[in-house]
């Protein structure tokens, strides 16, 4: 299966992945400031360590846990897409414009995270989301959404 729609879901992955490596690039430093030594911890959770680092430094983890979140959506409505044949050029376009948003959305989180440009930048990528769920509807049940 070769589907348009499956460069978007690459993409997205990717940049996952760099947000994992941008996470830990901020966060051991922030850890060796903190005089946290690595090897005696037991137990945890990320989120401990927002009592002991600088919040700017936990910005790209937050980031990290929230492309694990909505994206799933995403991942699950573009392969659902793919597998129905749908997932070519106007599909395609508007998965694009939703990876686009959640990269835009990643950068001013894990840089200046400013709310309500965060929240601007998340719900316009909501609107993608609906518009690739209700073309799988209209596909599936065989309306025309064309």
Known sequence: MHSQILGPVITLVG??????????????????????????????????LKQVIP???????????HLMEQPTLFYAICLTLAAMGE??????MIAWAYVALR?????????????????????????PLIMLTVHAA???????SH
């Open 87 to 92: 997932g070519d050029n106007l599909n395609a």
């Open 15 to 48: 940049w996952s992945l760099i947000m994992w490596i941008w996470l830990y690039a901020r966060r051991i430093p922030a850890m060796k400031a903190a005089k946290i030594d690595i090897g005696k911890l037991t137990g945890g959770t990320g989120s401990d």
């Open 55 to 65: 919040a700017k430094s936990q910005w790209p983890a937050d980031n990290y846990n």
């Open 103 to 127: 990269i835009a959305h990643s950068v001013v989180q894990a840089t200046v995270n400013r709310i309500i440009v965060r929240f601007t930048l998340f719900a316009l990528a909501t609107i």
């Open 138 to 144: 209209t596909a599936f049940w065989g309306v025309s």
